[in-house]
């Protein structure tokens, strides 16, 4: 089981660009959940995604927007992008209603120059 | 006041030592308590959860929970360099509700 895997793994991009990154959960797993890292500080919560709709959403600008496809794969962009972008992109995924057993991936760190 | 405190830390204990760690929070609607364990440069990995107020026990790692006081707490055993890392504490309201989560710790465990 390969458990979460996201691509890229790093990522640098010019202020006002935009970007994709990709997660694929875990076998067995149709939740998929995206979260931002900043340096030194604990994961935020950005969107959830169940039967390829997003079933909920933290506090981010529209800016940021996902997909999720029939296989449950998803995908995170971002539009416009800020320096303060700049993060590590968590995707956790689990089995609906067990957010609590949640697997994360390694992340993809964007850097936004 | 934010919803999850959690002492950034450093952290440094010499090998064998037992480490406390810590978190509270402000809302009383949580109801599932976690802990993740994160190597620099990698993803969260879950260490165990806890539901509702009580004490769970996983080899080397204790979760004690107090929901009274709103105050949760991860008791690592005879630690080890290996423990070197930060570690997270989240928290929910449900297992359809997002994570919160704390700031993170980092531990250092010294040989």
């Known amino acids: 089981d390969a458990g979460v895997t996201q691509s890229p793994t790093h990522l640098i991009k010019t202020r006002g660009q935009q970007v994709t990154l990709r997660c694929s959960p875990k076998?067995?797993?149709?939740?998929v959940s995206w979260y931002q890292q900043a340096l030194g500080q604990g994961p935020q919560f950005i969107f959830q995604?169940?039967?390829?709709?997003?079933?909920q959403r933290g506090n981010f600008p529209d800016r940021f927007s996902g997909h999720q496809f029939p296989n449950y794969s998803s995908e995170l962009n971002v539009n416009a992008l800020l320096l303060g972008d700049s993060a590590l992109y968590l995707c956790?995924?689990?089995?609906?209603?067990?957010?609590?057993?949640?697997?994360f991936g390694q992340g993809t760190r964007l850097t936004v120059v | 006041q934010k919803e999850v405190e959690q002492d950034p830390g450093p952290l440094s204990v010499p090998e064998g030592a037992i480490v406390s760690l810590n978190c509270t929070y402000s809302n009383s609607a949580f109801q599932y308590f976690m802990w993740y364990r994160q190597y620099s440069r990698k993803g969260p990995e879950l260490l165990m959860y806890?539901?509702?107020?009580g004490n769970k026990e996983d080899g080397r790692f204790t979760a004690q929970v107090d929901k009274s006081s709103k105050y949760i707490s991860l008791f690592i055993r005879d630690s080890q360099p290996s423990d070197s890392a930060t570690y997270l504490c989240a928290m929910t309201r449900s297992g359809n509700t997002p994570l919160v989560f704390g700031k993170g710790t980092r531990l250092s465990v010294i040989a």
């Open positions: 956790a995924s689990s089995m609906t209603g067990r957010n609590t057993e949640a697997f």
């Open positions: 806890t539901y509702s107020s």
């Open positions: 995604y169940y039967e390829e709709e997003e079933r």
């Open positions: 076998s067995g797993h149709d939740t």
